[in-house]
């Protein structure tokens, strides 16, 4: 790494305030549900910041699709990458992905770990994010090279960032996010909580919410471990027809200047944005005092 890489990247977080990283043990739990989610609740809390939103799931990035942003360009201006706005003019919602890089969105990436890590370094590095309270970050399943070279690039950082644990209910799926908490801790990076995705399923029809799998794993881990149990979010099938279609009929959910941010308002109908604030409201009494 270049000597003065370093000090790139701590220029750039600079005006970033917190640095939330959502970690899951294991592929399948909705971790990139969760994080979509999570910049959409701090985008839209009464204090109007500022969110970005980073996704180094460099093998799998889905949060451009999530947020209605597949094949929007990015532009390279003369003090680095500009992010892709998903709220348009208000410009208070930015989102930087692999997947924006690609020429199509069935595109494999096929790197070895020393090109992951040189491209986790350019987003850190290269991307104008701004002024941010927040940003999102993203990650692939596991506990991986992209982890390893996440924290270690933000080493001179590492004040203001935090974790967010995604699990499901299931033994296997916890097993693995016991996994993301040694992680964590022989990284010494606080954990804001622990959320159990996918436990139970809302009924489309009545809302009723049935444990189709089992429930519970997630708050007996948290109080076992000493974590904050954040909450349970189930199977919502409006949440994953609005993430998974990302424009139903191919209209654009980004705002242009005179539209409003389309993909929060349908978000805001789902029974999960009502769960999420709850959530929400833990993870930001569980951040550290030194944060930010």
Not at 68 to 84: E, F, K, R
Not at 85 to 98: H, I, P, T, Y
Request: aromatic fraction near 6%; glycine fraction near 10%.
């Amino acid at each position: 790494m270049s000597s003065q890489q370093p000090d790139r990247i701590s220029q750039r977080f600079q005006s970033i305030q917190r640095v939330i990283i959502v970690l899951a043990g294991k592929g399948g739990v909705g971790k990139s549900s969760v994080s979509t989610q999570l910049a959409l609740n701090l985008y839209a809390s009464s204090s109007k910041p500022r969110v970005g939103i980073l996704d180094i799931d460099l093998t799998g990035p889905s949060i451009p699709r999530m947020l209605g942003l597949d094949g929007h360009p990015v532009y390279q201006s003369s003090d680095g990458w500009v992010p892709v706005f998903a709220d348009g003019s208000e410009a208070r919602l930015s989102c930087m992905s692999v997947g924006f890089l690609l020429k199509k969105r069935g595109d494999s990436v096929v790197w070895r770990g020393p090109k992951k890590n040189g491209m986790i370094r350019q987003f850190l590095s290269d991307v104008r994010w701004g002024e941010l309270d927040y940003l999102v970050i993203d990650t692939p399943p596991g506990t991986s090279d992209e982890h390893l070279s996440l924290l270690e690039h933000l080493a001179p950082v590492h004040s203001k960032l935090s974790a967010v644990i995604v699990t499901t209910p299931q033994a296997v799926a916890l097993s693995d996010a016991m996994k993301c908490l040694s992680f964590t801790r022989t990284a010494n990076l606080p954990i804001l909580g622990l959320i159990e995705n996918m436990s139970g399923y809302v009924c489309p029809c009545c809302g009723e919410v049935s444990n189709v799998f089992s429930t519970g794993g997630g708050a007996a881990m948290a109080q076992r471990e000493g974590l904050t149990f954040l909450g349970s979010l189930p199977v919502d099938t409006d949440l994953v027809t609005l993430l998974d279609a990302s424009a139903p009929n191919g209209e654009d959910l980004t705002a242009d200047n005179n539209a409003p941010f389309q993909l929060l308002s349908r978000y805001e109908a789902t029974s999960s944005s009502k769960l999420f604030k709850g959530i929400l409201e833990k993870a930001l009494d569980s951040f550290p005092a030194s944060a930010g």
